[in-house]
Every structure is written in C-alpha cells, then in structure tokens.
C-alpha cells in the first residue's frame, strides 16, 4: 500500500506527535508498505498566542495541502491533528488521489477550543459541521481512549478504533537506582490550559500546614508555568520545586524518583483529549493522582487500578489520599517495559490498514 503520512511535525522536530508518526511509518514501512511524510513545521514549539497562534495554523494547513496535491498519487492518507482539524486538509488530499483516509485523533477540534473559551461559538459551528463531513468519509478513526471514542459517537456519530500513543522507548533505571521520593508528588508534562495545576498548589498548601513532609515537584513547561509560581508564593508554599523540561535520558529517573505522579485533565475537556505523560506513569510502577473527570473511561480504568481519582474540587480528599501514600512502607512493583505496549499499538495500526484494503 502507498501511504502518505501528515502532520505539521515530524520525527526530527522533537514534537510528540511526531515520534509517533515516525514510529509508525517505519514499522509500515518494515511490513512492506510505501511511505511518506509529508511535515509543515521543521521545529516542534514557540506557539504563538491569539490570533497569530491561529495563523501558524492555517499557514500550517497551506504548506500540507500543497505537499499533499503535489505528491505522487497514494493509496491512503493518514492524519494526525496538527495543525487543528488537520483531517479538513487530509480529507481533500485523499479526494484528490481517489485515496481511501485515516485519521488518529491525537485531540478534538474544534470542541476543545470551544471548551477552553479559545474559540467562540460562532466560529465552532461551522468548523465542527466541515469535521462531521470528513469524519463520514473516512474509512477509519482513531481515537485516544474510550472517552474520546464516546465524544465522536456522541457529536459527529462516527464509530471510532482506540489506540493509545505508546510512550517514548526509554530505559527504566536499575531497581536499586531508584531515588527515594516517598513523600515527593510530581506532575511531569505540560503545564497548560487543558490541566489542573492550581489545584496542586491549594492541595500542597494543606499539607504544610498540617506538617506534612510533602514536597510537589512541576516539571515541565507551559502556559501556567508562570502563574503557578506566583499562586505559590500568594499561598506561603515553602515545599514546591519548579523544574524544566527533562531530557529523554533522565525522564524514567525522574518518575521513579517520586513516591507519586500527578496525570490531570480539566473535566470540561474529557473526550477532547488524552494525557500523553499517562502513558509512561502507567508502566512506572507508581501509584497515579488523577484530577479531572472521575466518570469516564480513563478514569474508571484508573480506579479499578488502585490509583487515586478526584475531582478537582476534593481538595482535602486529595489531601488525605496523598497522606495514606506517603505513610505507606508497601514497596512498589519495577517498572514495566515500553516495547510490548509500543509492538502492540503497532500491531493494531497495521490491522486496521489491512482490514480496510
């Protein structure tokens, strides 16, 4: 099959999406396949904000679409969703080729602007109807968790596979060069819009004041990256480390170090999208704070796993939650390895294509 790959990203750009486009060729391209990618952007970040930050996205779609009309005739295109509603873009270029078209719903445009309050409503409407019109005519959809799936059933009526982004190949450290981070709690990832991270401020603050030898560790980078430091200190926080973006080599020793990770997700944005630092705290062996929806697919799955799962509101349960772990001595399971998770996800991308031939 020749396939042709989209996305504003790719692999050299340091984009998740883009490692995971890359991944996924390659592994086609290994059974056989013909594939190519087709990227708008050599350099993943510096997102504008506003109305620039909307142009970039447009100028994104530009840039594909022409890459797209201009390439060798195809067989099926697959698209990601960068830049927003990408599959408005892919769904013309598999027209043009007479291209059967798949789409893996990384997030849901325009839905989670609207939710954000980054898009007004006016300006939603018509973009979701020009989606629901695509969505019918692709030959599959592909989406995060079962949350997600539900949301397209629900809005577009469009039946939807879930695959889940597979984390990064990295090496878990040795047992015995795990750090000891009992009473340490660490969000890793990205500190924007669509998170909770306000609420871990208001939660660490009850802790410090009831002597809790807690301490909160944001790593990562974001929207909120600053307002979080300046939240803290309105708050008196003497306990929270505030650190950049680790490199891929020291991410594991970071989640092992801590005694729990933080996985949030605002409730208005379930079914919008999917926390890719899930993926990586599912293997780590250690216990999960979730934050967010507490009815839906992941959080239930999340639940019936152990973890803890609130709402953002439950400040003091999460509180509590958090106490019960630091005192526990139960000594927590190795990490499990990403390669089984990766060829499985991998496996059901490549029957997906060979059912729809």
């Not at 953002?312 to 390669?339: C, H, N, T």
Request: hydrophobic share 45%; net charge positive.
């Amino acid at each position: 099959m020749r396939l042709l790959l989209l996305n504003r990203f790719g692999p050299d750009s340091e984009a998740p999406t883009g490692r995971l486009l890359g991944e996924l060729a390659d592994h086609l391209q290994a059974r056989g396949h013909e594939v190519s990618l087709l990227t708008a952007d050599p350099v993943y970040g510096g997102t504008r904000k506003g109305w620039l930050r909307w142009l970039q996205e447009f100028r994104a779609h530009g840039v594909l679409l022409w890459k797209s009309l201009l390439h060798p005739r195809v067989d099926a295109v697959l698209s990601l969703t960068s830049p927003v509603c990408l599959l408005l873009t892919a769904d013309l270029a598999a027209r043009r080729h007479h291209a059967r078209s798949y789409h893996w719903a990384m997030d849901l445009y325009p839905d989670l602007a609207a939710a954000l309050g980054q898009l007004p409503a006016a300006a939603a409407r018509p973009l979701r109807t020009s989606m629901r019109r695509a969505y019918a005519r692709a030959t599959a959809v592909v989406a995060l968790d079962g949350d997600m799936r539900d949301h397209l059933r629900a809005v577009y009526g469009r039946e939807a596979a879930v695959i889940a982004p597979w984390p990064p190949s990295l090496p878990w450290p040795l047992p015995s060069a795990q750090a000891e981070g009992e009473s340490t709690w660490l969000y890793s990832g990205n500190l924007g819009q669509a998170h909770e991270v306000g609420v871990l401020l208001h939660v660490q603050q009850l802790l410090e004041k009831e002597g809790v030898p807690a301490t909160l560790v944001l790593q990562g980078a974001g929207a909120q990256w600053g307002g979080s430091q300046e939240t803290a200190r309105a708050l008196g926080l003497t306990r929270v480390i505030w650190r950049p973006p680790v490199p891929d080599a020291e991410l594991t020793a970071s989640l092992l170090g801590a005694g729990v990770l933080i996985v949030t997700r605002k409730p208005e944005t379930q079914g919008l999208l999917w926390p890719s630092k899930l993926a990586l705290a599912l293997l780590s062996g250690r216990p999960i704070l979730w934050i967010g929806d507490t009815e839906g697919a992941t959080a239930q799955a999340l639940r019936a796993g152990g973890h803890g799962v609130f709402a953002p509101g439950q400040i003091e349960e999460i509180a509590a939650w958090l106490r019960l772990k630091f005192a526990s001595s139960a000594i927590l399971p190795d990490p499990q390895p990403v390669e089984p998770v990766r060829s499985a996800a991998l496996r059901q991308w490549e029957e997906l294509l060979a059912a729809k031939k």
